[in-house]
């Protein structure tokens, strides 16, 4: 129903800012919720944002909030994270996840992840 590809990881220095993408294809993505998360090495995945597809509500994590956004672009069938003021603890793969608003429950969609690594 709905396919993920997370794109924009890469390596930045401490300060440095990053905007990470997640294409969405599907029949109806309004139906969704489109959530970030990421996981660092030894340590439990974490949720970051989410958005509404089709709304213009969103939400962001206490721990980045101020520093991370999250929007979406219709037109590319695109959500983005925005990320600023990056430090080496924000280093992680993060993932685009959808969850199914009619239903609720866990993600069900995820996409592979995308590196992002911050250097001090």
């Known amino acids: 129903q709905v396919q993920l590809v997370e794109s924009g990881g890469g390596v930045v220095q401490a300060g440095g800012s990053l905007r990470l993408s997640c294409a969405a294809s599907?029949?109806?993505?309004?139906?969704?919720?489109i959530g970030w998360f990421r996981q660092a090495p030894g340590k439990e995945r974490e949720y970051v944002a989410a958005?509404?597809?089709?709304?213009?509500?969103?939400n962001v994590a206490d721990s980045v909030k101020g520093r991370f956004a999250i929007s979406r672009h219709h037109a590319q069938n695109t959500v983005y994270l925005q990320m600023n003021r990056l430090n080496p603890e924000d280093s992680a793969i993060y993932y685009c996840a959808a969850r199914p608003i009619k239903t609720g429950g866990d993600y069900t969609h995820w996409g592979q992840g995308t590196q992002v690594t911050v250097s001090s």
């Open positions: 599907g029949r109806s993505l309004s139906l969704y919720t």
């Open positions: 958005i509404y597809w089709d709304s213009r509500s969103a």
